[in-house]
Nanobody, 125 residues
Framework: VQLQASGGGLVQPGGSLRLSCVVS????????IGWFRQAPGKRREGVAT????????HYSDSVKGRFTIAEDNGKYSVYLQMNRLKPEDTAVYYC???????????????????WGKGTQVTVSS
């Protein structure tokens, strides 16, 4: 399984970035796909995910209303539109995918089976 993420970079506070992720070699009728991030000195946290069975979306409180996740051009491809970025959004962002499990919440790391290499997002003036 491979996850190819793109779209990170440097942006000023208040600006926007769009991250994209394409998954290959993975197949499931019911899965969760989305984005996590890890800031320096902090634990990795769930940012936004989407459930394939009902296309429901899930956001952390810190990004709700600013970030939008959606599937992009079909299954196993997702983007994260990040608007009104703040310096505290600075982190390495990871795309991840996993088969649905009722044991975990949609933003829980253990829910994910496969991870991509991170892409750096820096919000700074």
């Amino acid at each position: 399984v491979q996850l190819q993420a793109s779209g990170g970079g440097l942006v000023q506070p208040g600006g926007s970035l769009r991250l994209s992720c394409v998954v290959s070699g993975f197949a499931s009728d019911n899965y969760i796909i989305g984005w996590f991030r890890q800031a320096p000195g902090k634990r990795r946290e769930g940012v936004a995910t989407i459930s394939s069975n009902d296309e429901s979306t899930h956001y952390s409180d810190s990004v709700k209303g600013r970030f939008t996740i959606a599937e992009d051009n079909g299954k196993y491809s997702v983007y994260l539109q990040m608007n009104r970025l703040k310096p505290e959004d600075t982190a390495v962002y990871y795309c991840a995918v996993g088969r649905y499990s009722s044991w975990y919440g949609p933003l829980d790391e253990p829910h994910m089976d496969y991870w991509g290499k991170g892409t750096q997002v820096t919000v700074s003036s």
